[in-house]
Structure formats: structure tokens, C-alpha cells
């Protein structure tokens, strides 16, 4: 979600996002949140079941992987209004339907709260 509330995920946007490997029959989301930083969306994946994939330092993740699902992680500075860039973090999400059915909407409370 933007500062502003609205979710950043649209067909459009998807085609640009690398998604990580997915198996036959997972779903892709992209969402993207404005004003955290990948350490801490990357810490929330943690808290949620996931593992670090390539580094132990969650500022430094990329990908993070769970039982179903897996989420490869960006993080861009965007400009929100004349003199003021924010981080947006991006998660492009693949997984089993049920799996990220009870994913996101935890996910998204936790990266809610943070951003600004």
C-alpha cells in the first residue's frame, strides 16, 4: 500500500516484478508498501513462518521461502510528493492459493502498521 492507502498491485505492475519459481497451480500477488524497509518486510516473512534464502542478514533478503510460498523482495526510493522519497518495498508473492489466502492479509496487517 502507498502512504495514501492504496494498493500497488495491478496486471501492469506485475509483468515488471520478478517473481521467484513457482510450482504448477501457485498464485502471484504483488503488493507494495510505502515508508518500511526491506529488513523489516523481510523480518515480518520471518515472523510469519518464512526462512531467509541466500543471507541471514534480513537487510540484505531478496527472496524469503515458506511451507507453500515463497516472496521475492525489492526496495525502491519513490518520490510521494515534491521534496519527499520514501522506501517502496515490493513483495511479489507465488504460492498454493490456501497458503497465501492466510499469508497476505497477516503480511499486510504487519506492513501497514509500519509504513508512513
Known amino acids: 500500500m502507498t502512504a495514501e492507502g492504496d494498493a500497488e498491485a495491478s496486471e501492469a505492475g ?3 516484478v520478478d ?5 504448477a497451480g501457485w ?4 503488493v ?5 524497509s526491506r529488513r523489516l518486510a523481510a523480518h515480518y516473512l520471518v515472523n510469519l513462518g518464512g ?3 541466500g ?5 540484505e533478503a531478496t527472496r524469503v521461502d515458506g511451507d507453500g510460498w515463497r516472496v521475492a523482495l525489492s526496495a525502491e526510493k519513490v518520490t510521494a510528493a515534491a521534496a519527499i522519497r520514501l522506501t517502496e518495498v515490493t513483495a511479489a508473492f507465488v504460492g498454493d ?6 499469508l497476505l492479509p497477516k503480511y499486510q496487517q504487519k506492513a501497514m502498521r509500519a509504513g508512513g
Request: charged share 35%; no cysteine; aromatic share 6%.
Open 27 to 30: 498464485k502471484r500477488e504483488t
Open 55 to 59: 543471507t541471514d542478514d534480513p537487510a
Open 32 to 36: 507494495a508498501y510505502r515508508g518500511i
Open 51 to 53: 526462512e531467509l534464502v
Open 97 to 102: 492459493p490456501e497458503a497465501l489466502a492466510e
Open 14 to 16: 506485475e509483468a515488471a
Open 19 to 23: 517473481f521467484p519459481p513457482a510450482e
